[in-house]
């Protein structure tokens, strides 16, 4: 064999050698990248598997809550299992919250990995409803702990029904009365539907069934008339405890006045003060009948 030849055999024998070389390394590579592969796929599985049977640790109460506590959200939703995050119904969540009496709306939604995320609006009271009960800004009527609420609310009594009724009309004559600085502190509808408000000052309206606007601009009107006699009627007579009782307004054109003394003012405002407002307004109510 010439030098040529075995030159060129030793060649062929280097290439050969280095092929299996190469594909061997190729096959450790290829083996070490599906074993990571693998490996990684089984930490995944049995990560998610962890999560998915992990509980809620986290609940996050927020929102327009001027009447709602925190405490009574978790209390309300103690029975909901909190064991499985995803495993948690919000709706059944959410129905528990409503079930709370200041509770006006709720919204529910899971954060992942562990957190229930809660928010909720109250209720926006108007008045209360014969002494019990109250209303909100939409007329709907609830029942709720009176004692949480540290701002005025005007007192509203009428039939069962009624409630929207006099709503509208409480907004629709006050807006008239805040032309005097006037507003109307009780409201009593009886169930023939005759009106009668009583003020701020202490005043007492008997407007009847019918023209309920016309008659509340002609008190606006005659009002200051009013006062102005009953100032001249306290320097000349000097009878300083005397005060308006009632402007009766029940006629087509004029109307009546009644007249009340300190005393019986002072009475009022404690009668007012007291716990008979349910009997209260049931007696308003049938004597305005």
Do not use: C
């Amino acid at each position: 064999m010439t030098k040529k030849q075995q030159g060129n055999s030793k060649t062929a024998t280097q290439l050969g050698q280095d092929s299996t070389l190469s594909f061997g390394l190729g096959l450790v590579f290829f083996i070490v990248v599906l074993f990571s592969l693998i490996t990684i796929s089984y930490w995944l599985t049995q990560h998610f598997i962890g999560q998915e049977s992990a509980p809620v640790t986290s609940i996050v109460v927020s929102g327009e809550m001027p009447y709602s506590q925190r405490s009574d959200i978790i209390n309300a939703i103690d029975q909901v299992d909190m064991g499985n995050f995803f495993q948690v119904d919000v709706n059944e969540v959410q129905s528990y919250v409503l079930t709370l009496p200041w509770v006006y709306s709720v919204a529910v939604r899971k954060q992942w990995p562990n957190e229930l995320k809660i928010y909720v609006v109250d209720q926006n009271p108007i008045a209360l409803w014969n002494g019990n009960f109250l209303i909100n800004q939409l007329g709907q009527v609830f029942q709720a702990d009176i004692e949480r609420i540290n701002h005025y609310l005007p007192n509203f009594f009428g039939p069962e029904g009624s409630e929207l009724l006099a709503l509208e009309n409480y907004r629709d004559l006050n807006a008239l009365l805040d032309y005097k600085a006037l507003k109307i502190d009780e409201l009593v509808l009886s169930e023939r539907f005759s009106w009668q408000l009583t003020l701020d000052d202490g005043v007492t309206l008997n407007l009847g069934r019918e023209e309920r606007v016309e008659r509340i601009q002609r008190f606006m009107d005659v009002y200051p008339i009013i006062k102005a006699q009953l100032k001249a009627k306290k320097i000349t007579e000097k009878q300083q405890n005397q005060a308006v009782d009632y402007i009766d307004l029940r006629y087509d054109t004029g109307l009546a006045v009644g007249w009340k003394t300190v005393d019986k003012i002072t009475r009022i405002k404690l009668h007012k003060n007291s716990n008979n407002n349910h009997l209260k307004s049931t007696l308003l109510v049938k004597s305005l009948s």
